[in-house]
């Protein structure tokens, strides 16, 4: 597996569908839809690339902190 760009969409045999977070020669960070975000070792670990990357890069929103009422 080649090192991917942010954005990227694959389909991981065990998690399923992915978004990449981040990738280099040594790590790949991929945010799952079921599962959340999973790192794994670039060299070996396999996965299907779905979609390629979007022509901006993606906003990572936050969400807000629900506050307790006392």
Same mark, same amino acid.
């Given at each position: 597996?080649?090192? !991917?760009? *942010?954005?990227?969409? =694959?389909?991981?045999?065990?998690?399923? !569908?992915?978004?990449?977070? *981040?990738?280099?020669? *040594?790590?790949?960070? =991929?945010?799952?839809d079921n599962h959340g975000v999973k790192k794994f070792v670039t060299s070996i670990w396999v996965a299907e690339l779905v979609g390629e990357p979007p022509a901006d890069r993606p906003v990572r929103r936050r969400g807000r902190r629900k506050t307790v009422k006392k």
């Open positions: 597996m080649q090192v !991917l760009s *942010e954005g990227q969409t =694959i389909r991981h045999d065990q998690y399923g !569908l992915g978004t990449v977070t *981040e990738s280099n020669t *040594e790590r790949t960070t =991929i945010d799952f």
